[in-house]
């Protein structure tokens, strides 16, 4: 797991990074949720992402959604029912606000819409990596032990190399983040923003 990534083969992978999660009028907000190793994640992967893009390294992003149904409810799983009862109509939806990726990564040069924690379930994610050579992906986003270890998992049983940023993922507690992150270390490369960024100018 040691090797440095190719980075004409590599994309930044944002998990989950979206308006509705993390900014102060998003849905979690409004329902009183949230974490300040959440809130901090933007600002702290920002230089990265103008760095990846500087050097043509692809933004990927996931954007959870939840599919409206019949008369505009969302289609919501029990288990995000229970843990989330705030939930409600408009949330996440497909094309608004609170689907968008947070503004202080914009661009985001390719994006599929989620409906669970794995970026692969149900989408079209490992299409899009093979249609454009993509064979490792640099994944922060939230959460660290959710959306982030489900899509790396995934993707590692795809033969796609992953480097999870230690400190570009979080969780609603820190010691959940460790544990998460100390779980990954069979499957990914553990490494900091910096130290991605000094290894995309080696």
Known sequence: ??????????AILLVDLQNDF?????????GGQGAAEIAALPARL???VA?????????????????PGRG????????LKALRPFLKRGD????SWGQAVVDELQPIDMSVEKIAYSAFYMTRLEWL????????????????????ASSVRDAHVRDLGVTVLRDGSAAFSPAIHDEA?????PVARIRTIAEVMAEMEA
């Not at 993390?22 to 409004?30: N, T």
């Not at 996440?92 to 094309?95: H, I, L, R, S």
Request: proline share 9%; hydrophobic share 40%.
């Open 51 to 67: 760095k990846a893009r500087a050097k043509g390294v692809p933004i990927l992003a996931t954007l959870f959604t939840l599919v």
């Open 1 to 10: 797991m040691a090797q440095t990534p190719d980075w004409s083969k590599t």
């Open 181 to 185: 992150i100390a779980g990954l270390k």
């Open 72 to 79: 505009g409810e969302p289609l919501i799983s029990p288990h």
């Open 46 to 48: 920002q230089p990265l």
């Open 22 to 30: 993390i900014h102060p009028d998003g849905a979690y907000a409004r």
């Open 92 to 95: 996440f939806a497909p094309g």
């Open 129 to 148: 990596l093979r249609k454009t050579g993509i064979e490792h992906l640099v994944v922060g986003g939230i959460v660290t032990n959710g959306g982030v």
